[in-house]
């Protein structure tokens, strides 16, 4: 891999830089302030994450035989080149606003036939959601080795980490369109390649829409919190996190 060919946009460059002064405005000695730089750092780690996961792919698969990802600038971090900037960005963001839900971003356009196996085709998939599980943990470990972290920063971050591992989680599922499905695709027979490139399209909206189940909703979140606290995740700092991010509900 060339040196030249990860070169971070001044768009993802932005959205870092506006995460990193919510993070500063959330220690600011006022409620009306910090909430909105728990709001702030929430949306703009978001938007952070969601470039790092399409990178994720992109990196794996131009390791793996892709030479076109370049050139596609999928290496850049730049939200405006995966697929479409509001299915991309402005989509997930609004999802999380209205409920919380982790929903998956656009995805990168990869040519399958360039890449060297199978295996590196799964990988290609994995490589996503396992980028928001390691951003999760590095949240977690700032949170937990940073000493006398300023207690709305550290609830902020804990609802943002929160967060990654419900993408993680919801990205592993074996669902047609999600990332799960990616990994195990090059593995199932052509029939059900077919079935599940006929539900790409409409599968992930069917997943979400049962998540809105209480009940459904409910597992997939034990499923979340029982993760993240096994990595030393603090459920209650998450949820005060939480509810300085939603503070009109």
């Not at 994720?56 to 900037?85: E, N």
């Not at 009940?215 to 300085?244: H, N, R």
Request: glycine share 10%; charged share 10%.
């Amino acid at each position: 891999m060339h040196r030249s060919a990860v070169r971070p946009s001044p768009v993802f460059l932005g959205l870092l830089a506006l995460t990193v002064v919510a993070g500063y405005l959330t220690t600011i000695d006022s409620d009306a302030v910090s909430r909105a730089g728990v709001v702030l750092l929430v949306l703009g780690g978001w938007a952070v994450s969601l470039c790092v996961h399409e990178f994720g792919h992109a990196i794996v698969a131009y390791k793996g035989g892709d030479w076109t990802i370049p050139d596609k600038g999928y290496l850049s971090l730049d939200p405006r080149r995966y697929t479409d900037p509001v299915l991309s960005l402005l989509l997930p963001i609004l999802f999380l606003l209205i409920g919380g839900l982790p929903l998956p971003g656009g995805a990168v356009w990869i040519n399958q036939s360039a890449l060297r196996s199978r295996a590196v085709a799964s990988r290609v998939s994995l490589a996503g959601p396992l980028s928001n599980l390691v951003i999760g943990i590095l949240l977690l470990t700032a949170v937990t080795l940073i000493p006398d972290m300023d207690l709305t920063l550290l609830a902020g971050l804990s609802f943002l980490a929160l967060l990654q591992f419900a993408a993680f989680v919801l990205n592993i599922l074996p669902v047609p369109g999600l990332d799960g499905w990616g990994a195990i695709e090059p593995y199932l027979s052509h029939e059900a390649r077919v079935f599940g490139a006929q539900a790409r399209m409409w599968a992930p909206l069917v997943l979400l829409a049962v998540l809105f189940l209480p009940g459904v909703g409910a597992v997939f979140w034990d499923v979340v919190i029982s993760l993240y606290g096994a990595v030393g995740g603090d459920d209650f700092a998450a949820a005060i996190g939480q509810g300085l991010f939603f503070f009109w509900r």
